[in-house]
């Protein structure tokens, strides 16, 4: 991954621990801990999709990708801090 492609998925995972943020509502980390949890998001979407051999390539799939695993991380720490 070059450096470029690094830079554009945190971005990515940023902006799509934002909106899982505002989507689960009530169950949001502030906005660093969204942004840090879309980063990692984004990590856990594309591995995921990637097992399933779904590839995207442009910014709205990649987008999909980070808020779907931010949701679905958002929605592991919800049960680990219960």
Wanted: overall charge positive.
């Amino acid at each position: 991954m070059s450096p470029s492609h690094l830079v554009i998925f945190l971005l990515v995972g940023a902006l799509a621990g934002w909106c899982a943020g505002l989507v689960s509502k009530g169950s949001g980390f502030g906005l660093i801990g969204n942004i840090i949890v879309g980063v990692i998001g984004a990590f856990i979407g594309e591995f995921a999709f990637g097992l399933l051999g779904i590839v995207a390539y442009s910014f709205v799939g990649r987008f999909l990708f980070a808020l779907i695993g931010a949701l679905v991380f958002i929605r592991l720490l919800g049960f680990i801090k219960k």
